[in-house]
T-cell receptor, first 116, second 114 residues
Framework: KQEVTQIPAALSVPEGENLVLNCSFT??????LQWFRQDPGKGLTSLLL?????REQTSGRLNASLDKSSGRSTLYIAASQPGDSATYLC???????????????FGQGTILTVHP | NAGVTQTPKFQVLKTGQSMTLQCAQD?????MYWYRQDPGMGLRLIYY???????DKGEVPNGYNVSRLNKREFSLRLESAAPSQTSVYFC?????????????FGPGTRLTVT
């Protein structure tokens, strides 16, 4: 059974810092990995999706990397801002062809606070 | 383009009552999903529908039923609500044939069962 772990559980940083959120998964047979952002009381917003054949994806100040063989992904946020404060969730999708294809397994999330 | 919409946004039920959570997507996606989110447990898959006309159980299906009404709509029914079903429910959709299979989420329904 796939298990996804996110470290740290919470992170508080001053504005302007570069930071790294970590995600690890136990089964490397994945189709893709998605990073989401969730604001309090809101739904999930997809930030980045990395296909299993890719090593990284970038969007603005965000960069996500994937090392499938070691079961790890990192989300790098450059020059953090107070508006980045949210919970960040990592989720992996099981590989195509199996009965679990399409299902996402989520980590518990990292609560990020960026203070001015 | 509204994406994924869910109704209602909030609901309070008494134990034993029934209700249906509605979900619709306008992205022409084949696959749709229902998740629940609980503190300390994260998001867990309840049921999913890989394509119109098919449904399958996820990790926590007990106490729920689903209906894939058409390609756009996927409903979740609680036949006899229990306090353990107090949670935030999210619907999601994706298009697997695109290759990316990126999932898009609705805003959620906050359900309290007393």
């Amino acid at each position: 059974k796939q298990e996804v772990t996110q470290i740290p559980a919470a992170l508080s940083v001053p504005e302007g810092e570069n930071l790294v959120l970590n995600c690890s998964f136990t089964d490397s047979a994945i189709y893709n990995l998605q990073w989401f952002r969730q604001d309090p009381g809101k739904g999930l917003t997809s930030l980045l999706l990395i296909q299993s054949s890719q090593r990284e994806q970038t969007s603005g100040r965000l960069n996500a990397s994937l090392d499938k063989s070691s079961g790890r992904s990192t989300l790098y946020i450059a020059a953090s801002q107070p508006g980045d404060s949210a919970t960040y969730l990592c989720a992996v999708m099981a590989n195509a062809g199996g009965t679990s294809y399409g299902k996402l397994t989520f980590g518990q999330g990292t609560i990020l606070t960026v203070h001015p | 383009n509204a994406g994924v919409t869910q109704t209602p946004k909030f609901q309070v039920l008494k134990t034993g009552q029934s209700m249906t959570l509605q979900c619709a997507q306008d992205m022409n996606h084949n696959s749709m999903y229902w998740y629940r989110q609980d503190p300390g447990m994260g998001l867990r898959l309840i049921y999913y529908s890989a394509s119109e006309g098919t449904t399958d159980k996820g990790e926590v299906p007990n106490g729920y039923n689903v209906s894939r009404l058409n390609k756009r709509e996927f409903s979740l029914r609680l036949e006899s609500a229990a306090p353990s079903q107090t949670s935030v429910y999210f619907c999601a959709s994706s298009e697997r044939s695109s290759g990316r299979a990126e999932q898009y989420f609705g805003p959620g329904t906050r359900l309290t069962v007393t």
